[in-house]
C-alpha cells in the first residue's frame, strides 16, 4: 500500500459545526503532516507529527485540533470554523521529517 | 529560514517541446530539494528528489532536474511536452530549523500546454 487516503474527500459544515477529517496511512511512515492549501496557492503547513507526537504547530488558531491515535492515522478536528477557513485540506506522510511526502488527495472543506 | 523562489507563475509551452520550470532556494547549507506535481482539485505527486549525490536526477513521467548549488537552483526539465503534463508544479525544500525539519514550499508554475 503506497497511498494516503483522506476522507472525506467533500465537506461542507456550517459555522457551528463540529467534523473531524481523517487520514491513514500503512507505509509505515513516522511523520505525519496537515496542510492547508487555498485555490491557487501553495500549500500552507499546519502541523506535523513524529513518532506519533505533535512536533510542530505553525500557530493555527485553536479552532483546529490535530490528533494523533496511532502511528497510522491523523485527524483533524474542526469546530466554529469561519468562511475563510474553506480551502483543500491535505494530509501527507513521509518516513522522515527530512524526506518525500505522499499527500493525499485532500478534503475540499467548504464553510458556510 | 529557508525561502523558494519560483519566478515563473505561468509557462505556456506547446505540446512537443521543451520545458523548463525554474526553481531558487535560499539556504545556509544544501537542503533536500523536491518537484512536485498537482492536478486540479488533487494531492500533490512526488516527480523527483535530491538529497546528495550525483546533481543531475532522474524522475517519473519523463522529468529530471539539476541541482546547481552555485546558483542555489534546482530546476525542472523536460525533453518533450505532452499534454497531460499541464498541471501545478512546486518545487519545496526541507532544511533543518531549531531541531526540527522544516518544510517550505514555492508559490508554484502553472503550466499551460496548447496543442
Known amino acids: 500500500d503506497t497511498e494516503v487516503t483522506q476522507t472525506p474527500k467533500h465537506l461542507v459544515m456550517g459555522m457551528t459545526n463540529k467534523k473531524s477529517l481523517k487520514c491513514e496511512q500503512h507505509m509505515g511512515h513516522r511523520a505525519m503532516y496537515w496542510y492547508k492549501q487555498k485555490a491557487k496557492k501553495p500549500p500552507e503547513l499546519m502541523f506535523v507529527?513524529?513518532?506519533?507526537?505533535?512536533?510542530i504547530n505553525e500557530s493555527v488558531p485553536s479552532r483546529f485540533s490535530p490528533e494523533c491515535p496511532n502511528s497510522s492515522l491523523l485527524n483533524l478536528h474542526l469546530h466554529a470554523l469561519q468562511p475563510e477557513d474553506s480551502a483543500l485540506y491535505l494530509c501527507?506522510?513521509?518516513?522522515?521529517?527530512?524526506?518525500?511526502?505522499?499527500f493525499g488527495s485532500g478534503t475540499r472543506l467548504t464553510v458556510v | 529560514a529557508q525561502s523558494v523562489t519560483q519566478p515563473d507563475i505561468h509557462i505556456t509551452v506547446s505540446e512537443g517541446a521543451s520545458l523548463e520550470l525554474r526553481c531558487n532556494y535560499s539556504?545556509?547549507?544544501?537542503?533536500?530539494l523536491f518537484w512536485y506535481v498537482q492536478s486540479p482539485g488533487q494531492g500533490l505527486q512526488l516527480l523527483l528528489k535530491?538529497?546528495?549525490?550525483?546533481?543531475l536526477v532522474q524522475g517519473i513521467k519523463g522529468f529530471e532536474a539539476e541541482f546547481k548549488r552555485s546558483q542555489s537552483s534546482f530546476n525542472l526539465r523536460k525533453p518533450s511536452v505532452h499534454w497531460s503534463d499541464a498541471a501545478e508544479y512546486f518545487c519545496?525544500?526541507?532544511?533543518?530549523?531549531?531541531?526540527?525539519?522544516?518544510?517550505?514550499f514555492g508559490r508554484g508554475t502553472s503550466l499551460i500546454v496548447h496543442p
Open positions: 519545496a525544500v526541507v532544511a533543518a530549523s531549531g531541531g526540527s525539519y522544516i518544510p517550505t
Open positions: 501527507a506522510s513521509s518516513q522522515a521529517v527530512q524526506g518525500s511526502y505522499t
Open positions: 539556504y545556509g547549507a544544501t537542503p533536500y
Open positions: 535530491y538529497f546528495s549525490g550525483d546533481t
Open positions: 507529527y513524529s513518532y506519533e507526537k505533535l512536533s
